[in-house]
T-cell receptor, first 113, second 114 residues
């Protein structure tokens, strides 16, 4: 079955700490991978995406993610988080040959000032 | 601003009632998605339309229905409302509606069922 698993539902970090949010997926075929972010009271917006090429993808606000095909993973990282990174982060997977995009359950990140 | 608009922003109604949520996609986008977001269920995909036709169905209840009109706007109809239907309902749009497309989300409609 197609699925996306985000390992942590809640993460609490202090400012300047490093962040890594795990995402694993199960999806047959070639995939495109996304991380979306939802700031408090706002709608989801794209943080970064992987379509092909360099498996290390850089997004907005200093975020990056690495696609490891052999591990079916697309983990999100940031070397030093800020209070303004407090948000919910969603990993999503879409098949290039189909129409479905599957979202993970989300990880709520709280950054202490 | 994603370019996706949703109305109304807030809706308060009673159990058993019926409501209609409206979504206008970004200019040029042919596909519209509906999602339900609640604290206990997280983000749930409901249904997707592409150029007026239903393309994919998710965890949409039989009491819920949707359609996409010729001008590409979409409406989500929720009927026989229950307390558990209280949630944030997001609409998103994408160019082609393929799994590889980025989705652009609207600001959402917060539905409260009393």
């Amino acid at each position: 079955a197609q699925s996306v698993s985000q390992h942590n539902h809640h993460v609490i970090l202090s400012e300047a700490a490093s962040l890594e949010l795990g995402c694993n997926y199960s999806y047959g075929g070639t995939v495109n991978l996304f991380w979306y972010v939802q700031y408090p009271g706002q709608h989801l917006q794209l943080l970064l995406k992987y379509f092909s090429g360099d498996p290390l993808v850089k997004g907005i606000k200093g975020f990056e993610a690495e696609f490891i095909k052999s591990k079916f993973s697309f983990n999100l990282r940031k070397p030093s988080v800020q209070w303004s990174d407090t948000a919910e982060y969603f990993c999503a997977v879409g098949g290039t040959g189909g129409f479905k995009t599957i979202f993970g359950a989300g990880t709520r990140l709280f950054v202490k000032a | 601003d994603s370019g996706v608009t949703q109305t109304p922003k807030h809706l308060i109604t009673a159990t058993g009632q019926r409501v209609t949520l409206r979504c206008s996609p970004r200019s040029g986008d042919l596909s519209v998605y509906w999602y339900q977001q609640s604290l206990d269920q997280g983000l749930q995909f409901l249904i997707q339309y592409y150029n007026g036709e239903e393309r994919a169905k998710g965890n949409i209840l039989e009491r819920f229905s949707a359609q996409q009109f010729p001008d590409l706007h979409s409406e989500l109809n929720l009927s026989s409302l229950e307390l558990g239907d209280s949630a944030l309902y997001f609409c998103a749009s994408s160019v082609e509606g393929r799994g590889g497309n980025e989705q652009f989300f609207g600001p959402g409609t917060r539905l409260t069922v009393l």
